[in-house]
Nanobody, 119 residues
Framework: QVQLVESGGGLVQPGGSLNLSCVPS????????TGWYRQTPGQERVQVAS???????HYADFVKGRFTISRDNAKEILSLQMNSLKSEDMGVYYC?????????????WGQGTQVTVSS
């Protein structure tokens, strides 16, 4: 069972920045994909950004050019740098990793961190 501990959420004004961090209980190298999802009340969780084991990144259209996903293999930290935040970016952000083991691909989730964008 992979444990993910997130931090970095909070209240920020429109146009501001936040950096989310996620520390997994296992080596980042053991995951085929890592990413961040956002969920708002009454809505399904949607992927914001992801990075696969080869290093290729993918961003949802609504964050392209503003958010940057990264991973530090040495420090074993996953990050999401969020710039130029808008009110529509508000929600609970979840760290996600996908691990292939026992002939199946499994998802693991962090506890979520709240991001509020308001003046």
């Amino acid at each position: 069972q992979v444990q993910l501990v997130e931090s970095g959420g909070g209240l920020v004004q429109p146009g501001g920045s936040l950096n989310l961090s996620c520390v997994p209980s296992e080596s980042i190298g053991s995951f085929v994909q890592t990413g961040w999802y956002r969920q708002t009340p009454g809505q399904e969780r949607v992927q914001v950004a992801s990075i696969v084991s080869g290093g290729r990144t993918h961003y949802a259209d609504f964050v392209k050019g503003r958010f940057t996903i990264s991973r530090d293999n040495a420090k074993e930290i996953l990050s999401l740098q969020m710039n130029s935040l808008k009110s529509e970016d508000m929600g609970v952000y979840y760290c996600n990793v996908k691990k292939f083991a026992d002939w199946k691909l499994s998802d693991y989730w962090g506890q979520g961190t709240q991001v509020t964008v308001s003046s």
